[in-house]
Nanobody, 120 residues
Framework: QLQASGGGLVQAGGSLRLSCAASGRTFSSYRMGWFRQAPGKEREFAATISWSGAGTYYADSVKGRFTISRDNAKNTAYLQMNRLKPEDTAVYYC???????????????WGQGTLVTVSS
């Protein structure tokens, strides 16, 4: 089970850090990903990190502003979001999977989502 937290309301240019805490099983051997879904839009990829944390990959829309990380000892993944823009407003979901992919359908385990609202 994955539990996402840390969302909220922030002004444009501000920062938030999302957390994804895993329970019930160890996710240290899984790739972790963050996805987001804005109202009326498809779920889209934001960032992913390998099981070791050595490999990360970002969507062009967040590259240079967002940083994904993980602490396997705490069974937790993070998404540090800086220089937030109104277009970053969405429900953010964390996910775990076995494949090196940005395709959300290939991630097996999902958190419930946390809402991020960026005001202009």
């Amino acid at each position: 089970q994955l539990q996402a937290s840390g969302g909220g309301l922030v002004q444009a240019g501000g920062s938030l850090r999302l957390s994804c805490a895993a329970s019930g099983r160890t996710f240290s051997s899984y790739r972790m990903g963050w996805f987001r879904q804005a109202p009326g839009k498809e779920r889209e990829f934001a960032a992913t990190i390998s099981w070791s944390g050595a490999g990360t990959y970002y969507a062009d829309s967040v590259k240079g502003r967002f940083t994904i990380s993980r602490d396997n000892a705490k069974n937790t993944a993070y998404l540090q979001m800086n220089r937030l823009k109104p277009e970053d407003t969405a429900v953010y979901y964390c996910a775990a999977g076995s494949f090196d992919t940005t395709e959300y359908t290939l991630y097996k385990y999902w958190g419930q989502g946390t809402l991020v609202t960026v005001s202009s």
